[in-house]
């Protein structure tokens, strides 16, 4: 079975730790790298093309729906969690229009990106 990669993009580097020190338990998941801001995310996912890419919304540089939508365009298989502190319904149904996998608020859904990745990698 191959390696997941995993891509983290938030502009807070303790919510990037949060994910990181969560995600560490999975087996068979590698974080391939982290991004501060929209720009680097893009910049990164070209380079590493990770198979999951969690990223925040609101980021400088480029938004989490710039990214979204850069990925979806280029790199159409990878899987893309938006994960916010506004998870309103405009947003989440601008985000899944656009091509997202998942909607997920940063202060509740933490288990959930967990059992995401691992069901993903179980299909």
Same mark, same amino acid.
């Given at each position: =079975? #191959? +390696?997941? $990669? +995993?891509?983290?993009?938030?502009?807070?580097?303790?919510? =990037? *730790?949060?994910?990181?020190?969560?995600?560490? %338990?999975?087996? *068979?998941?590698?974080? +391939? /790298?982290?991004?501060?801001? /929209? &720009?680097?995310?893009?910049? =990164?996912?070209? =380079?590493? $093309?990770?198979? +999951?890419?969690?990223?925040?919304?609101?980021?400088? *540089?480029?938004? *989490?729906?710039? @990214?979204? !939508? #850069?990925? $979806?365009?280029?790199?159409?298989?990878?899987?893309?969690?938006?994960?916010?502190?506004?998870?309103?319904?405009?947003?989440?149904?601008? %985000?899944?229009?656009? /091509?997202?996998?998942?909607?997920?608020? $940063?202060?509740?859904?933490?288990?959930? @990106?967990?059992?995401? &990745? !691992?069901?993903?990698?179980?299909?």
């Amino acid at each position: =079975r #191959h +390696v997941v $990669k +995993v891509l983290i993009a938030d502009d807070s580097a303790i919510m =990037r *730790g949060i994910l990181l020190s969560h995600l560490a %338990c999975i087996a *068979g998941l590698e974080i +391939v /790298g982290e991004a501060q801001n /929209g &720009l680097e995310a893009i910049e =990164r996912i070209d =380079r590493l $093309k990770p198979d +999951v890419v969690i990223v925040d919304m609101r980021m400088p *540089g480029a938004s *989490g729906l710039t @990214v979204l !939508r #850069h990925v $979806k365009q280029s790199l159409p298989a990878t899987r893309i969690i938006i994960w916010t502190n506004e998870p309103s319904e405009p947003y989440r149904q601008e %985000c899944l229009v656009a /091509g997202a996998d998942s909607f997920l608020d $940063k202060s509740s859904d933490l288990e959930r @990106v967990s059992e995401l &990745l !691992r069901r993903w990698m179980q299909a």
